[in-house]
């Protein structure tokens, strides 16, 4: 039973490290930026890691899954939110809730 427990979880460690993370360039009307996530064994974004969002020379941002948006990549904190729907990828900046920049007409190379 000890061994067969064993080699499940170092099948499923080793699925998990397969899935990996991978880093995706946008390039937006108002700017460019990166974005770091963690993929799931089917190769999607995970909705239970965070994601790394990279603007120029700025301090990483960390991003969590938006719970309100499940069948699209949504990912937020106090300061950004990032949407991605098939084709339509935008990147909001607010600061007390006032929007500070907003990139649009995002595309990924």
Known sequence: MRQVLA?????????VADAGAKTYSYTCKN?????????DSAG?????????LQIAD?????????????????YRNKDYEFYSLKAYTTLTHKSHGVTVKFYS?????
Not at 7 to 15: C, E, P, Q, R
Not at 31 to 39: D, E, Q, R, S, Y
Not at 68 to 73: E, F, H, I, K, V
């Open 7 to 15: 080699v499940s979880l170092i099948m499923l460690a080793g699925t």
């Open 31 to 39: 700017g460019n930026f990166t974005v770091t996530a963690a993929l």
């Open 44 to 52: 999607r974004w995970s909705r239970t890691e965070p994601v790394t």
């Open 58 to 74: 700025e301090p990483p941002q960390t991003l969590t899954a938006d719970p309100d948006a499940p069948d699209a990549d949504s």
């Open 105 to 109: 007409a995002c595309t990924a190379n």
